[in-house]
């Protein structure tokens, strides 16, 4: 039984076409420019904990490439958590900021 599966969630198809895989599973999607890659990796070993996430884009005109994003899939996972808690206290304080200060708060407003 295979341990990925991957699935292309929105087309014009009636049915999801799918795909099966053992230790590596990607998708990409292009248009005229440029191509987005996502790629699973399995864990092959104990000594790999985690399955790695690898997103990458191409300029299909250029062939330049860029790495977007490459690790743990948990990791990938707690970064965005961090980034959402720190846009969270952000607001926060710019919230407590306009609170303390009317005519900041006017300002904001006008």
């Known amino acids: 039984m295979s341990r990925l599966y991957a699935t292309i969630n ?36 104990d000594i790999e904990a985690e399955d ?21 899939i948990a990791a990938v996972f707690a970064a965005a958590k961090r980034k959402e808690q720190r846009a969270a206290k952000a ?3 710019a919230r407590e900021v306009l609170r303390n200060d009317p005519a900041l708060l006017k300002a904001a407003l006008a």
């Open 10 to 45: 929105r087309s014009a198809r009636v049915h999801a076409p799918t795909a099966r895989a053992h230790h590596e599973v990607a998708a990409t999607v292009k248009n005229w420019s440029f191509s987005v890659e996502a790629q699973i990796d399995r864990a092959d070993s």
């Open 52 to 72: 790695m996430l690898t997103i990458t884009i191409t300029n299909l005109l250029t062939g330049e490439q860029v790495e977007v994003a490459s690790d743990e």
């Open 91 to 93: 607001e926060a304080a």
